[in-house]
Nanobody, 125 residues
């Protein structure tokens, strides 16, 4: 079993930056695809970004150029650097791990085997 714990969410002003962290425990996730999703108030959970075991990355169009996903395999950690934040980025952000994704980008929830509890990001205008 893999446990994922997100941190780093908080209230930030529009135009600001945040870095979210996802700590994995239970086993190494080095060989897994890792992803970030978000759920805005009253909406479905949406794909944000993913990163393969070899550090290839993919992004939703809405965050491309502003967000960067990365991983530190030695620390069993995944990060999401978020710059130029907008009020529409307000959401609960979830980290997820996919053991054997069928293809990239891994942008469907069903591809993921493990999920964290989420961290709240609020962007004020």
């Amino acid at each position: 079993q893999v446990q994922l714990v997100e941190s780093g969410g908080r209230l930030v002003q529009a135009g600001g930056s945040l870095r979210l962290s996802c700590a994995a425990s239970g086993r190494s996730v080095n060989g897994y695809a890792m992803g970030w999703f978000r759920r805005a108030p009253g909406k479905e959970r949406d794909f944000v970004a993913d990163i393969s075991w070899s550090h290839n990355t993919h992004y939703a169009d809405s965050v491309k150029g502003r967000f960067t996903i990365s991983r530190d395999n030695a620390k069993n950690m995944v990060y999401l650097q978020m710059n130029s934040l907008k009020p529409e980025d307000t959401a609960i952000y979830y980290c997820a791990a996919a053991v054997s994704p069928a293809m990239y980008p891994v942008n469907r929830e069903s591809e993921y085997d493990y999920w964290g509890q989420g961290t709240q990001v609020t962007v004020s205008s």
